[in-house]
Nanobody, 119 residues
Framework: QVQLVESGGGLVQAGGSLRLSCAAS????????MGWFRHAPGKEREFVAA????????NYADSVKGRFTMSRDNAKNTVYLQMNSLKPEGTAVYYC????????????WGQGTQVTVSS
């Protein structure tokens, strides 16, 4: 089993920054991919960023490229999402997710952390 716990959300003005954290515990070493998603009210859940373990490249949604940076601390089993130049449309619940096998979809999700960007 894998547990994912997000933190770092909050209220920020447009143009501001936040850093989200996702602490992973359990059987994470054999996982395939880690990702960040967000879900805004009235909208579909949206992909934000992800990386595949063992590869250095990170994929970002076009809407966040150049403003968001995903990183990881293997020693702490934690991934981060640094969000700069936040926009009001970035208001959403942000989730981290783990894909344990390349043949599956994301099968573990955190509880989410609320990010609210005021204009």
């Amino acid at each position: 089993q894998v547990q994912l716990v997000e933190s770092g959300g909050g209220l920020v003005q447009a143009g501001g920054s936040l850093r989200l954290s996702c602490a992973a515990s359990g059987r994470t070493l054999s996982s395939y991919r880690m990702g960040w998603f967000r879900h805004a009210p009235g909208k579909e859940r949206e992909f934000v960023a992800a990386f595949i373990w063992g590869f250095s490249s990170i994929n970002y949604a076009d809407s966040v490229k150049g403003r968001f940076t995903m990183s990881r601390d293997n020693a702490k089993n934690t991934v981060y999402l640094q969000m700069n130049s936040l926009k009001p449309e970035g208001t959403a619940v942000y989730y981290c997710a783990l894909q344990s096998d390349f043949k599956k979809g994301y099968d573990y999700w955190g509880q989410g952390t609320q990010v609210t960007v005021s204009s």
